[in-house]
């Protein structure tokens, strides 16, 4: 047998924080708890009746009694509301820089895929050392990622992406849970988190037999599916060109503005009329049940990775991949592509 442990493993930047929190909020509780029991049997004993028409003398009130007990537990309080809100934050808020993999959860799995390409069922290789964000999102019911050693969980929504992110301390091998119950087998809805050394990661990265980026993954959907039709690139297509839209900001029908990030792109392909960009017509079938959300997932990527057309180049704003990624691995970026040059009508 183990040893008795209270807290799981501490394998995450978040970890440390997390616990002393976890452990104040034990001790404020525990010496409140506490002092109320041995207080109340205390004076049971002390004031019990003793005779049988005893009365105690009426207490009209005390001031600064009241004052200590309203303001002390106001201030206790505050200071938990205000750790646990900044440890809160941090989680809610990804580095820049973190390395995004996209989870899809269905009945009952995780599918996790690699922007250079890697997939995986019920396990999530990652380096040790370097923020790692998760983008996900589910074919079906509400499911929720947990990772106690990591101290993350997030629920994972149909229709809509949520993201959390972890910084891996510890090589080793952690467990994955679903934490809602989604149906018959959500026990079964488990799995592993690899913790690697960078350059294990790195090796396994190489070793990952993928075919391709996810990007370039996408982009073979965009010819499949018909999308390079009409989103062509030199602006002939009846469509809006796509050049350089992830995380710019777009002018729909009406007059509104929304910033092009994975949750329009995704609503764009699927619910193509919710938002309509302003100066073209709602020519765009759905494609609403024709693609798994991993395709979805698949078209974003290649969407984001399309840069700016040729002698064009801008800065990479904040918070995008970096235009040429893939590259250093040799994979056929975007730029590569043949759709640039493709005539109107050619296809
Ligand atoms: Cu998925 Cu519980």
Not at 15 to 42: D, P, Q
Not at 98 to 121: D, F, L, P
Request: glycine share 10%; proline share 6%.
């Amino acid at each position: 047998m183990n040893s008795l442990q209270l807290l799981p493993e501490s394998a995450s930047t978040f970890a440390n924080e997390w616990n002393w929190l976890f452990w104040l909020l034990v001790a404020i509780c525990g010496i409140v708890a506490t002092g109320i029991a041995v207080i109340l049997i205390y004076w049971a004993i002390r004031y019990h009746r003793k005779r049988e028409n005893e009365l105690p003398p009426q207490i009209q009130g005390n001031n600064k009694m009241e004052a200590a007990w309203t303001l002390i537990p106001m201030f206790i309080f505050l200071g938990m509301f205000g750790w646990g809100s900044k440890i809160y934050f941090d989680m809610e808020r990804p580095p820049n820089n973190a390395r995004n993999v996209y989870v899809v959860g269905k009945q009952w799995m995780w599918k996790t895929q690699y922007a250079t390409g890697q997939r995986e069922i019920n396990t999530l290789h990652v380096p040790v050392g370097e923020p790692v964000k998760l983008t996900m999102i589910s074919q079906d019911v509400i499911h929720s990622f947990f990772v106690p050693a990591f101290r993350i969980k997030q629920d994972v929504l149909p229709d809509r992406y949520t993201a959390i992110w972890f910084q891996a301390t510890k090589p080793g091998r952690y467990h994955l849970f679903c934490a809602e119950y989604c149906g018959t087998k959500h026990s079964g809805m488990i799995g592993w988190v690899y913790a690697m050394e960078p350059h294990d990661f790195q090796l396994w990265l190489e070793r990952g037999g993928a075919e391709g980026s996810l990007a370039s993954t996408g982009e073979k959907l965009f010819h499949q599916f018909g999308c390079s039709n009409c989103h062509q690139f030199d602006g002939q297509g009846r469509c809006p060109v796509l050049r350089d839209l992830f995380g710019r900001v777009v002018r729909i029908a009406g007059g509104q503005t929304v910033i092009a990030d994975e949750t329009y792109i995704r609503e764009s392909i699927l619910f193509p009329r919710a938002k309509i960009v302003e100066g073209f017509q709602a020519v765009m079938p759905t494609f609403d049940g024709q693609l798994t959300e991993e395709q979805v997932l698949a078209l974003i990527a290649y969407i984001k990775a399309i840069g700016p057309a040729p002698g064009t180049q801008q800065p990479v704003s904040p918070g995008t991949v970096p235009r040429n990624y893939g590259a250093e691995k040799g994979i056929a970026g975007p730029e590569a592509t043949s759709i640039s040059g493709t005539k109107p009508g050619a296809r």
